[in-house]
C-alpha cells in the first residue's frame, strides 16, 4: 500500500541488532508494529461508544544464556531504537556477538480485499450493529435487552533477529458481536453469536449480520424454556465449532513448548505414544487464510504452517516456539505469538480443531440412544499441569433414542483432558472453526477453535436437577 507507513527496514533492522549485540549474547530479535483501529457499542438501542486509535512501536530481546533482557519503546525511529538497544545490552559482558545477514524471504500473497473495511464510513457500521438491534427484537417478544458490539484492526508488523530473519506481515481482522438478554416470567437468560472476518474480507454483508443476531437470540429464547440438566456419568456428544473449546482448553494449552519445557503439562515426553482411538486426528492451523487465529508470520518471523498435533490417536507434536525449540532441540513450528510490542513472546495456539470424520451429524445422533448433547460451552477453568477441567455449558440439550430432546439448563462438563481424548468414539463431519480471543501470561491473542461434531463414551455431567 503506498500510503501504509514506513516501518522497520533491513537496514535499519541490521544497526539495531549489531548494537544490541555489541557486548555479546546469544540472540536479538526486533519487533515492530503499527496498528490501527475502530470500536463501536450499542446497548438499548443506541450507539453509546465509539472508539478509534492508532498505536506503533517497537520491542528489542536480547537472549544470553538464561537470562532474557526486554524492552520496548513507542517509536520506530532509528535514535529511539538505538537508545533502546544501548539499555538492553548495557548489563552484559562479552565481546561483540555478529547477526547473520538477512536471509531472502518468501512467503506466500494473500488477496487483497476488494473494499477494505476501512473504507467503509463509520455511520454505515453503525447501522449494521443497530440492524443487529431491531433483528433481535423482532425476533421476539422476549427480548429485553440487546448489546451488540463491532471492532475492527489493522496490524502491521515487522520482524528481524540475529538468526537472518527478516519478515513482514500485515494483519485484518472484524467481528461483530451480538448478546442478547431474553425474559420469562422471574427467568432470565442470554445468548451471544459473533461474526468474525479475518484478513480476506470485504464490506460486511448486512444478511451475516441478521443471521448472527437471530442465531443469539434463538439461543437465549430457547434456554428459557429449559429444564434442570440432570447430572452423573453418561456419553457426551460436543456440538462442532465452539465445542472445540473444550480440546483448545483442556489439551491444546499443554501442548505449548513452555510448558513441555518446564515438564508442567500432562503431554510432556508423550509424543509418539497412543493418547486415543485412531479415528482422532487434530491440528494446530496458523497458516489456512480467512481462519481467525492465521498470520503469514507469527510474533517472531516464523512462516506459520499447520501442525498435527495428534495423527491417528498417536501424540505427534507441540507447538513451538524459537527459544524453546533450541532448549527442546525442537524446530519453531510458528506458534511465537505476542499480544503487541510491549509484549515478550510466547508459545500459543492459532487454530486448533479435531479432523473431520466420516459421519454426518444426524447419523452420529441417531446412533446415539441416549446422551448429554453440549451445542455450546461458556467459561470454564483447566489445570494444564494435569489437564482436569470444569466447563459450563451455555446451551444443552438431552438426547433421548437417538433425537435432540429437551433443553436443559445449569449443566457443567467435569473431566480431564486425556480422559476426553481417550473416550471420543465418533467424529461427523461438519467440522467448523469459530473466532475467539485466549489469554495466556496476561496476554489476549486471536485463536480459532472448532471440531466436527464429536461424540464421547462417558463423562461427568454436573447438574441441577433434584431427584
Known amino acids: 500500500m503506498d500510503d501504509a507507513p514506513k516501518g522497520l527496514t533491513p537496514d535499519l533492522a541490521g544497526v539495531v541488532l549489531a548494537r544490541a549485540l555489541r557486548r555479546g549474547g546469544d540472540f536479538a530479535e526486533v519487533f515492530a508494529e503499527d496498528r490501527s483501529s475502530l470500536t463501536l457499542r450499542l446497548e438499548d438501542g443506541k450507539v453509546e461508544e465509539a472508539s478509534s486509535g492508532v498505536d506503533r512501536g517497537a520491542s528489542i530481546r536480547i537472549v544470553k544464556g ?8 513507542d517509536s520506530l525511529d532509528e535514535v529511539s531504537l538505538l537508545a533502546l538497544a544501548d539499555r538492553l545490552s548495557g548489563g552484559l559482558s562479552g565481546a561483540p556477538a555478529d547477526p547473520v545477514a538477512f536471509l531472502p524471504t518468501s512467503s506466500p500473497g ?10 467503509v464510513e463509520t455511520a454505515r457500521k453503525a447501522d449494521l450493529i443497530r440492524t443487529a438491534d431491531r433483528a433481535a427484537r423482532e425476533r421476539s417478544s422476549e427480548v429485553r435487552q440487546v448489546i451488540a458490539g463491532y471492532s475492527e484492526g489493522l496490524q502491521r508488523v515487522w520482524v528481524a533477529n540475529s538468526l537472518g530473519t ?7 481482522r472484524l467481528v461483530v458481536a451480538v448478546t442478547v438478554v431474553a425474559q420469562r416470567e422471574s427467568v432470565i437468560q442470554t445468548g451471544r453469536e459473533t461474526l468474525a472476518y479475518c484478513d480476506v474480507f470485504d464490506a460486511v454483508a448486512e444478511d451475516d449480520v441478521l443471521a448472527t443476531a437471530r442465531e443469539a437470540t434463538d ?30 482448553e483442556a489439551c491444546g494449552h499443554g501442548l505449548e513448548a513452555d510448558f513441555i519445557l518446564k515438564k508442567t503439562s500432562i503431554w510432556a515426553d508423550k509424543q509418539g505414544q497412543r493418547v486415543a482411538e485412531r479415528l482422532v486426528t487434530a491440528y494446530d492451523d496458523g497458516a489456512t487464510p480467512e481462519l481467525w487465529g492465521s498470520n503469514l508470520i507469527d510474533d517472531e518471523g516464523t512462516p506459520t504452517q499447520r501442525t498435527a498435533v495428534i495423527e ?9 516456539d524459537l527459544l524453546r525449540g533450541r532448549k527442546l532441540g525442537f524446530e519453531a513450528t510458528g506458534n511465537g505469538r505476542r499480544q503487541s510490542f510491549r509484549h515478550i513472546p510466547y508459545p500459543r495456539m492459532t487454530n486448533t480443531y479435531f479432523a473431520a470424520g466420516g459421519v454426518t451429524p444426524q447419523d452420529l445422533i441417531a446412533d446415539t440412544p441416549k446422551a448429554f448433547y453440549a451445542k455450546s ?19 444443552g440439550y438431552l438426547i433421548e433414542n437417538g433425537r435432540v430432546g429437551p433443553a436443559v439448563k445449569g449443566a457443567t462438563l467435569i473431566g480431564n483432558g486425556a480422559e476426553v481424548l481417550r473416550s471420543i468414539d465418533a467424529i461427523a ?10 489469554g495466556k501470561e496476561g496476554q489476549l491473542v486471536p485463536v480459532g477453535t472448532g471440531q466436527p461434531t464429536v461424540r464421547l463414551r462417558e463423562l461427568t455431567v454436573g447438574g441441577t436437577q433434584v431427584s
Open 219 to 248: 439461543k437465549a429464547v430457547v434456554m428459557l424454556g429449559a429444564q434442570p440438566s440432570p447430572s452423573g456419568r453418561m456419553p457426551v456428544i460436543l456440538a462442532n465449532g465452539f465445542g472445540g473449546v473444550l480440546f483448545h
Open 312 to 320: 491417528e490417536g498417536v501424540l505427534t507434536g507441540y507447538l513451538v
Open 166 to 172: 527478516f519478515a513482514e506481515d500485515e494483519r485484518r
Open 66 to 73: 538464561a537470562t532474557t533482557s526486554f524492552g520496548y519503546t
Open 429 to 438: 463431519d461438519d467440522l467448523e472453526i469459530k473466532a475467539g480471543m485466549c
Open 110 to 119: 494473500r488477496r487483497p480485499s476488494l473494499r477494505t473495511s476501512m473504507e
Open 377 to 395: 460451552l461458556s467459561g470454564g477453568q483447566v489445570d494444564p499441569a494435569t489437564g482436569d477441567f470444569v466447563f459450563g455449558v451455555a446451551e
